[in-house]
């Protein structure tokens, strides 16, 4: 499940789920504000990005996760599954996926880019999926809520935080930024992200 950043459903979130097929992965991105825009339309129907961002902002947590639960039951109904499902999400996206970790306990990996940590104990003490995360040293906003998630997570919970000094939120996104911080950030991150999938949800 590839989640979205604030900006909606992108060809540049599109790119990211076929490179995900391309080693390998069965890669789903939805449209979290499907039905949120005019007529009944998703992203592309709210047309500038003021619009998007302002929309995307009253999409509840508790909405936002039965659409995603809606989207797993999608996934793995797809024959060619094995029945392991995965969040990766970036910015929004990355703050999603770790609260899905949080409200769905057959979770089975999730990775956050540059997104947020829950707010409070009790979320942290409903992850049962090992969590990986990846984040810009200068994105000082998003970084101040590592911290509680390391005190949070218990030994028997799996959390690995994994800062790129000189980068920045959204590195992944903007890798020619930051006069190549941006661009070792995502040379690092991507791989990682993949060997933690495969062990995670290959098998």
């Not at 990775?111 to 969590?131: C, E, H, K, L, M």
């Not at 992200?193 to 495969?198: D, G, I, Q």
């Amino acid at each position: 499940m590839v989640i979205h950043e604030i900006f909606g459903l992108t060809d540049w979130v599109r790119s990211v789920a076929d490179q995900f097929a391309a080693e390998g992965f069965i890669a789903v991105a939805p449209d979290l504000l499907s039905g949120m825009g005019p007529d009944g339309g998703g992203t592309a129907s709210l047309g500038e990005r003021d619009t998007v961002v302002a929309t995307i902002r009253t999409l509840e947590p508790d909405e936002r996760a039965r659409r995603l639960d809606a989207v797993r039951l999608y996934a793995l109904d797809i024959p060619a599954g094995n029945g392991r499902i995965g969040s990766v999400g970036f910015c929004w996206g990355g703050t999603s996926s770790f609260a899905y970790a949080a409200s769905q306990p057959a979770l089975d990996a999730a990775v956050v880019y540059y997104g947020t940590s829950p707010d409070s104990a009790d979320a942290f003490a409903q992850i049962t999926a090992p969590v990986l995360g990846h984040y810009g040293g200068d994105d000082e906003r998003v970084n101040a809520t590592i911290p509680r998630a390391e005190e949070a997570m218990t030994d028997s919970q799996s959390f690995e935080s994994n800062v790129y000094a000189g980068a920045g939120h959204g590195f992944l996104r903007a890798q020619d930024d930051r006069e190549g911080a941006n661009l070792r950030a995502s040379e690092a991150a991507w791989p990682r992200t993949l060997e933690f999938f495969r062990e995670h949800l290959e098998g």
